[in-house]
């Protein structure tokens, strides 16, 4: 990247992490981060005070407060697309006129789930979801991380086009009983659909007397939905201004508002509106998502890391890798900047990771004697999520944190060298007081906000994703033209597995 204060920052002397804290002793204090339920810990980082100057003297040269502003106020920050991204708006934070809109469809949601609790639509036991990527990957994290705070309902989320899928999650529902929620943004995503219609004929087959009237339709296009069948008072609206990587706030979440009950859920958009606040109007200096944005620009921008590795060290959050998957590689994925002109060094790194301890025993040998730096994150919780012996969750805590004093310490073997680890590697810590609906409300916000700080140091959109379109486009054109004008490799393959 060509910014002055990029290359400025580039030529500073890199810190050495073995010995940072004993060259400043107030690094804790400075690197150390408390928002609400959450304790953000970057003094494991190369961020030094010479660093952090640069990275705010970018900041400001990429217009972020503006643009920050812009984002709150509904202005067209998507302006490839020429719209808002009022994700914000979802949890009362934003426009006003928008925040109004999403208050009454959030009302609606209420309502169709009182009823449904009062018997309206007949015996409820089990909700299936369909959707996919974004209506998808966010309900499930949700009720993944909280059902262990009483789910009502058997629920499974269906995404993956492969029937396989459909059939494993229907099995044990009675289809006399289930609720299908069908999520797409605009009725019409391919794979969604075919799920949909196949997740009909269950009930058909079945003898379900009303088939449509079981199903609960979550979209910004609800002209769509009533085409396709579904009647207009079982239909949860959300505004087309509300990206579907940034849905789950929306009716999006409808099957995690139903699951956990409504309490639950509104706590969760507290969580993210607390966080939406702390980003509106902390200084730079003292805000969590943009210095989350300056460690990921120094590994990503300075030192070229290509990945970025994330570790939950809770069983509750054990999807939290695959939900950021999607919001950071599908937002910041770009090789263009916001004006259509070439980016001029990298975007998003590749996020990956897992769920310690496992990981430890299967992907730590790279992350500690590799020959690839990759900056890792550890995410932990104080309060465990079981009952057992305590000695469960001090032993998971022990391992997290000795991780990120292991990969910065490391040990010298002048005679083995194989048993070398060379440290001065770094790591992020974050450390929530319990995994409830606003700690995890919370971190989700910080993770959009983080992404979006991210965009604007770069200088691109992270509210399109016109990347996912080609593949989509060119297996529509098989279906409907056949496999005609491919290349050799792709017609062998067709030819043999399709028979065409």
């Known amino acids: 990247m060509t910014s002055p204060a990029l290359a400025a920052i580039a030529a500073l002397p890199q810190a050495d992490l073995k010995s940072v804290f ?4 107030d690094r804790l204090e400075k690197l150390v981060l408390r928002q609400g339920p959450i304790r953000f810990d970057w003094s494991k980082t190369h961020l030094t005070d010479d660093v952090m100057a640069g990275f705010l003297k970018l900041a400001e040269e990429q217009g972020f407060a503006a643009q920050r502003d812009a984002l709150f106020s509904g202005f067209a920050v998507n302006n490839t697309e020429g719209r808002a991204a009022e994700h914000p708006a979802e949890r009362g934070e934003g426009n006003a006129d928008s925040v109004a809109r999403a208050k009454v469809l959030h009302g609606r949601m209420r309502a169709l789930i009182d009823a449904i609790e009062a018997g309206a639509l007949g015996d409820v036991r089990h909700i299936l979801h369909i959707g996919i990527g974004g209506s998808a990957l966010g309900p499930k994290l949700i009720v993944d991380a909280l059902d262990g705070d009483g789910v009502r309902y058997d629920v499974a989320i269906v995404s993956n086009v492969d029937g396989t899928a459909l059939e494993r999650a229907i099995e044990g529902f009675d289809p006399h009983a289930t609720l ?13 659909m075919l799920n949909a219609a196949s997740a009909i004929n269950w009930l058909v087959e ?9 199903v609960i339709a979550l ?4 002209d769509k939905a009533i085409e396709w069948g579904v009647d207009e008072t079982r239909i949860l609206p959300f505004a087309e201004s509300v990206g579907g990587r940034y849905s789950l706030w929306s009716s999006i979440g409808f099957p995690a508002a139903l699951a956990l009950g409504w309490d639950a859920f509104e706590s969760l958009l507290e969580g993210a509106a607390a966080m939406d606040r702390h980003f509106r109007l902390s200084p730079p200096a003292e805000n969590a998502p943009l210095i989350a944005a300056f460690v990921d620009q120094y590994y990503t921008g300075v030192l070229g890391c290509q990945t970025r590795a994330l570790f939950a060290y809770d069983e509750r959050l054990a999807l939290l890798p695959s ?5 950071e590689m599908e937002s ?6 916001r004006d259509g002109t070439p980016v001029d060094g990298p975007t998003a790194p590749i996020t990956w990771g897992g769920v310690g301890t496992d990981a430890q025993h299967a992907v730590f040998q790279l992350l500690h004697q590799g020959t690839i730096l990759t900056p890792v994150e ?3 919780s104080i309060e465990p999520g079981n009952t057992l012996d305590p000695a469960h969750h001090r032993a998971l805590l022990v391992n997290c944190f000795a991780q990120g004093a292991a990969l910065m310490r ?3 073997n002048a005679d083995d060298p194989a048993r070398a680890y060379p440290g001065n590697r770094p790591s992020t810590t974050i450390l929530l007081d319990d995994v409830t609906p606003e700690a995890l409300g919370a971190l989700i916000a910080f993770y959009e906000h983080r992404t979006f700080a991210n965009a604007v140091l770069m200088g691109i959109n992270p509210f399109d994703q016109f990347g996912v379109e080609l593949g989509k486009e060119i297996a529509k054109s098989i279906e409907a033209n056949g496999p005609t004008g491919f290349d050799p490799s792709t017609m062998a393959l067709i030819g043999l597995a399709l028979g065409e």
């Open 22 to 25: 004993d060259t400043d002793p």
């Open 180 to 192: 299908i929620a069908v999520a797409s943004k605009t009725f019409t995503t391919t794979e969604t």
């Open 206 to 214: 079945a003898g379900v007397e009303d088939p449509y009237g079981r």
């Open 219 to 222: 979209t910004a296009a609800p």
């Open 323 to 327: 939900y950021l998957q999607q919001l």
């Open 332 to 337: 910041n994925g770009k090789s263009v900047k």
């Open 378 to 380: 550890f995410i932990a």
């Open 410 to 412: 490391g040990k010298e």
